[in-house]
């Protein structure tokens, strides 16, 4: 005979419900950008012996036409690009960027969508975070005042 006690089971409330959410969240988030940065190491190690032999000769296109070397090394961001992403980062809609730069929305897209091509993402989050670890935009110039800030 098993002497096992009947378990009760509680229901958890929304705080702690929540609590669980954002711990699972959380972990998910930290497990994803370590794969990322996995990935990117293992890119740069096999890539990296590949790079220094082309800088020697001189042909980077040939390495980025050959599809080993992804065009965000061989075309850096504009100026242009650079203060989007940065108004992006801050969490500014296409229409607020737009604004504060004297561009039009449909411009800012045009903006966006290169960048998208240079850095090989989808969209706004993946463009900003892959911008800040490859070290194209800091957390400096995310959080530094803006011109009109001042």
């Known amino acids: 005979m098993s002497s096992a006690q009947p378990t009760e089971t509680r229901l958890l409330t929304w ?3 929540l609590t669980h959410d954002l711990a699972d969240a959380t972990e998910k988030t930290r497990a994803a950008w370590l794969s990322q940065r996995n990935v990117v190491a293992t890119y740069l190690r096999a890539v990296m012996p590949h790079l220094e032999a082309a800088f020697h000769r001189g042909n980077l296109g040939h390495l980025r036409d050959r599809g080993i070397l992804p065009p965000s090394l061989t075309h850096p ?23 504060d730069l004297f561009l039009s929305e449909e411009t800012i897209k045009t903006h966006l ?12 989050a993946h463009a900003v975070a892959l911008l800040l670890i490859r070290g194209d935009i800091t957390a400096a110039d995310v959080l530094k005042p803006l011109d009109d800030d001042c």
């Open 77 to 99: 961001l504009t100026g242009r690009e650079k203060q989007v992403i940065v108004r992006v980062a801050r969490g500014m809609s296409n229409a607020k960027t737009g604004a």
């Open 113 to 124: 969508g290169r960048i998208y091509k240079k850095t090989g993402t989808h969209d706004r």
């Open 15 to 17: 705080r702690e419900e």
